[in-house]
């Protein structure tokens, strides 16, 4: 198996206007170039950069970094040189390394008065666990 790790190297985030639009629509783009995978001792290290604009134009946010596969067995070690030598992502680590970006995006939004970019599917079902019901009784 392996460990995703990502990290974050630069953050760039403005809001560009005072008064929020009753409606916003968030524009968001990941790029994980795959022709720029390398080792990193045992790991491979993919970089990337996360930006996110939303229309009305409010706020604009970017941040790059590293994603890094650090293989735990032969099947990791196999899968890193695949990716090497296929300079290849694949999606699974994609979307890894934006669930990982997504908890620094979502303090971002709020430092700078904002809603967080997130899909309202997402948003709905945090919705629905704060509000569960408690379905045990207690015990006695």
């Given amino acids: 198996m392996y460990t995703i790790l990502s990290s974050i190297s630069s953050i760039t985030a403005e809001r560009l206007t005072e008064a929020l639009p009753p409606q ?14 390398y080792r990193r001792d045992e790991a491979v290290v993919i970089p990337f950069a996360l930006t ?7 706020v604009h946010i970017s941040l790059k970094g590293q994603a890094m596969i650090v293989p735990r067995s032969d099947e990791g070690k196999k899968l ?22 997504l908890a620094d995006v979502i303090i ?3 430092a700078l008065g904002v809603p967080p ?24």
């Fill in 108 to 110: 971002i939004s709020k």
């Fill in 117 to 140: 970019p997130l899909p309202p599917l997402f948003q709905q079902a945090m919705q629905q666990v704060g509000e569960r019901e408690q379905r045990y009784s207690p015990i006695q």
């Fill in 52 to 58: 996110i604009s939303t229309t009305p134009p409010v």
């Fill in 80 to 101: 890193c040189n695949q990716i090497i030598s296929e300079k290849k992502v694949p999606a699974q680590f994609i979307q890894t390394a934006f669930t990982n970006v």
């Fill in 24 to 37: 916003i629509q968030f524009q968001v783009s990941l790029h994980m170039p795959s022709s720029q995978p």
